[in-house]
C-alpha cells in the first residue's frame, strides 16, 4: 500500500543552520509529492510540491526534489531563521485513476533558537 | 475571507455527548476532506467528499462517527456518545480535483 515515512523530531537548530528532513514513500506508480507545514494554532499549509521524478519543489528558500530512484522527497533549507519554528509533514497523493486521497507523514517538529 | 473556516474552533464536552463539527470550504471546490490529528499523531485520514460521488468513508474509526455534505458545499463531522479517545484537532480540507489541498484552522475537541 501507500505509505510515507518522516524522521522523528524534534529537530531543533540555531539561527542559520542548515535544514533537512528526511522523507521516504512507498507507491505504485508515479504520485504527487508535497511538503505541508504547520504553524502554531493553525491548518496546514502548502509550502512546496512536485508532480513527477526529478521535479523540485521551492518556496520561501526550502527546496526538495522527487527523487524516483531512492523514492524521496526530503526537504531542505540553507540558512534557517525562529520563524521556522512548526511542524512539518510530507505528503503523497496517488496516480491512482479517480483517487484523490492523500497520505501524511507523521510531522516533524523543527525548533529554531535565535 | 476567503480560506476554509471550521467551526467551532475549541469544543469541550462530557463523555457520552454527541458533537457536531462544521466545515465551510472554499467556494467552488469540489473536493472535501476530514482528518484527526491526535497529539504527538500525524494526520489520520477520515473521509473524503468528492463532487456526487459517493463519500470514501474508509478512515472513519467507529461507526460513531458519520459526515455529510448538504449541497456539495457545507460539511459536518458527527461524533456521537464521545470517548475520551476521540479528544484531538480535526481538521477539514477542501480543494479543487488534482490541486492541492487548503486546510481550514481546526476544532480542538476535549472530551472530559
Sequence with gaps: GNSVTQMEGPV???EEAFLTINCTYTAT??????WYVQYPGEGLQLLLKATKADDKGSNKGFEATYRKETTSFHLEKGSVQVSDSAVYFCALRPT???TYKYIFGTGTRLKVLA | GAGVSQSPSNKVTEKGKDVELRCD????????????QSLGQGLEFLIYFQ???????????SDRFSAERT???VSTLTIQRTQQEDSAVYLCASSLLDQPQHFG????????
Excluded at chain 2, 470550504?25 to 484527526?36: D, Q, V
Excluded at chain 2, 463532487?51 to 474509526?61: F, R, V, W
Design chain 1, 12 to 14: 531543533t537548530l540555531s
Design chain 1, 29 to 34: 506508480g508515479y504520485p504527487s509529492l508535497f
Design chain 1, 96 to 98: 491512482t485513476s479517480g
Design chain 2, 25 to 36: 470550504p472554499i467556494s467552488g471546490h469540489t473536493a472535501l476532506y476530514w482528518y484527526r
Design chain 2, 51 to 61: 463532487g456526487n460521488s459517493a463519500p470514501d468513508k474508509s478512515g472513519l474509526p
Design chain 2, 71 to 73: 449541497g456539495g458545499s
Design chain 2, 105 to 112: 484552522d481546526g476544532t480542538r475537541l476535549s472530551i472530559l
